[in-house]
């Protein structure tokens, strides 16, 4: 892994980037990080694509010591990648992992952003919804589906956070050592709002950094009504479970200042 010292004040740190099908992309994307921010390391999560993405990463990871590439069986979904990221990176030793999209939506030029903030924070949120961010090339439909999902996440569960579903993030290694990611079984933007909610559970500093948010311009969006169902669905659970959780605190006698509400 070499004796670098990692970046300023956050130390090493590995960037997960998932792909499924993303040959079109992955060479850019991967090329941008490493100009953005030169001390980190790249590793691609890639599920076994058809198109050839997995032997694209290992060309580029033969090229650069500080990509590499975890091969994984099949389809299984962007949650089951950002874990298996996770725990790739704990083995190894990183300080903090940075979830990123292939397909450039996520802009690597942003990252030297978030990790300035990482310094301060266990877990920073690349957010399309805060003041200063900017979202490029989305149709009224979109904006108004992530607006009302990430409102209606805020609200139902109680988090100061303006975009719990956005998947630009940073997290130190000791806010993954405080969350149960044994009990995480969702994927896409339910993913997302779930780790969200443990985060803020567990008490670790959550900070929220403007970023530019653009469509791809290559390959076909991973998004469906279902995974859009999948989050309201889980939303409204944990919701309902978060409630009741407070509800029998106080049947049992917890003093009504000490219960919290997610």
């Known amino acids: 892994m070499g004796d670098e010292t990692g970046h300023p004040g956050v130390g090493r740190v590995l960037v997960v980037i998932p792909t499924y099908n993303e040959?079109?992309?992955?060479?850019?994307?991967?090329?941008?990080?490493?100009?953005?921010?030169?001390?980190?390391?790249?590793?691609?999560?890639?599920d076994n694509s058809p198109d050839g993405t997995?032997?694209?990463?290992?060309?580029l990871a033969g090229a650069d010591p500080r990509v590499h590439v975890l091969h994984r069986e099949g389809k299984?979904?962007?949650?089951?990648?950002?874990?298996?990221?996770?725990?790739?990176?704990?083995?190894?030793?990183?300080?903090?992992v940075v979830e990123m999209d292939a397909d450039g939506s996520h802009a690597?030029?942003?990252?030297?952003?978030?990790?300035a903030a990482a310094r301060d924070a266990e877990v920073v949120i690349g957010s399309r919804w805060t003041g200063g961010a900017r979202v490029h090339?989305?149709?009224?439909?979109?904006?108004l589906l992530s607006r009302f999902g990430n409102l209606y996440a805020r609200l139902a569960l109680g988090m100061p956070v303006s975009d719990a579903t956005g998947g630009y993030r940073v997290y130190r290694l000791s806010a993954l050592d405080a969350l149960d990611l044994e009990s995480v079984c969702s994927q896409?933007?339910?993913?997302?709002?779930?780790?969200?909610?443990?985060?803020?559970?567990?008490?670790?500093?959550?900070?929220e950094v403007p970023i530019t948010f653009a469509e791809r311009e290559r390959g076909h969006s991973k998004m469906s009504p279902l995974i859009v169902a999948e989050a309201l669905?889980?939303?409204?659970?944990?919701?309902?479970?978060?409630?009741?959780?407070?509800?029998?605190?106080?049947?049992?006698g917890t003093p009504t200042g000490q219960v919290r509400w997610p």
Do not use: C, K
Request: positive net charge.
């Open 76 to 96: 299984q979904g962007l949650g089951a990648a950002y874990l298996a990221g996770f725990g790739w990176a704990r083995e190894r030793g990183y300080d903090a």
């Open 23 to 46: 040959a079109d992309n992955l060479t850019q994307i991967v090329d941008r990080v490493r100009r953005a921010a030169p001390a980190v390391h790249v590793l691609v999560a890639d």
């Open 108 to 115: 690597p030029e942003d990252l030297p952003a978030l990790l």
């Open 54 to 59: 997995g032997a694209l990463a290992d060309a």
């Open 233 to 252: 669905w889980r939303i409204t659970g944990w919701a309902v479970a978060d409630r009741r959780t407070a509800v029998r605190r106080v049947l049992h």
């Open 137 to 143: 090339n989305w149709p009224l439909r979109r904006l």
């Open 188 to 207: 896409g933007y339910s993913f997302q709002v779930e780790l969200s909610r443990l985060a803020h559970r567990a008490g670790v500093r959550i900070v």
